[in-house]
């Protein structure tokens, strides 16, 4: 079972879309920006008080070279979905089996704490990351 989670969205500027969110959206800013430099790209965590709502990861470049430019560079704002899972190996052999293709195999994520992240886009054209095990802190 997989329990959605959050919705990434890419920008050119943290810093600048912060307020955007909080002040226009109501959300507040619960882990600072942090580079990671696996992905490249700095990421921080917006709320709500409301615990149905789902959260916000605000990614940015930190580089030419992040996999973010290219998004930004199609004018994309939000482009993934966020999913926890307890099994990330069998969420990706299902994955597979109903005709996605798996993007990045399991990596350890800086910005979980190291916990293993993998991506991958379905057959309709979304991009999905899995985060393995745990609550977040």
Known sequence: MMKFVHLGVAVHDIDQAIPIFTDLFGYSLFKKPIVDPVQKV??????????????????????????????????????????????????????RTKGCIIVSTPVEATAFEGRRIAWFYTPTHQLIEVLENGTRQ
Request: aromatic share 8%; glycine share 2%.
């Open 42 to 95: 700095m990421v921080c965590f917006l709320m709500t008080n409301n615990s149905s709502t789902p959260e916000i990861e605000l990614v940015s470049p930190i580089d030419d070279e992040s996999p973010i430019n290219k998004i930004l560079s199609k004018e994309i704002g939000a482009y993934h979905m966020y999913f926890e899972v307890e099994n990330i190996d069998s969420v990706l052999i299902e994955a």
